[in-house]
């Protein structure tokens, strides 16, 4: 089994950054690919960008591009996401999402485990 656990949530102002951190432990394999979704309240888990292991290739939804900024850090097995210029449209609940079979589409059924999620709140 795999635990993936995200942190670095918050509320802050229009404009300002955060970076969540998503921790996985457990039998994770070290060529495993990880994604990170959200989810607003009433609205479907959506995707936000994917990461793969083995080539450091980066995917993004249209609606991040040149704000958000996925990345990893293998030998602590934590995957980051650096969220700049946030905007209220932004708020959600953010989840990050492991993939044993080094998936990295936008599908959520593609990804094996994921964390509880970290709540993202941005204002005006």
């Known amino acids: 089994q795999v635990q993936v656990v995200e942190s670095g949530g918050g509320l802050v102002r229009a404009g300002a950054s955060l970076r969540l951190s998503c921790a996985a432990s457990?039998?994770?394999?070290?060529?495993?690919?990880a994604a990170w979704f959200r989810q607003a309240p009433g609205e479907e888990r959506e995707f936000v960008a994917a990461?793969?292991?083995?080539?450091?290739?980066?995917y993004y939804a249209d609606f991040v591009k040149g704000r958000f900024t996925i990345s990893r850090d293998n030998s602590k097995n934590t995957k980051y996401l650096q969220m700049n210029n946030l905007k209220p449209e932004d708020t959600a609940v953010y989840y990050c999402?492991?993939?044993?079979?080094?998936?990295?589409?936008?599908?959520?059924?593609?990804?094996?485990?994921w964390g509880q999620g970290t709540q993202v709140t941005v204002s005006s």
């Open positions: 999402a492991v993939s044993m079979a080094g998936h990295t589409g936008s599908r959520r059924y593609e990804y094996d485990y």
């Open positions: 457990g039998r994770t394999l070290s060529s495993h690919s």
């Open positions: 990461i793969s292991w083995n080539g450091g290739t980066t």
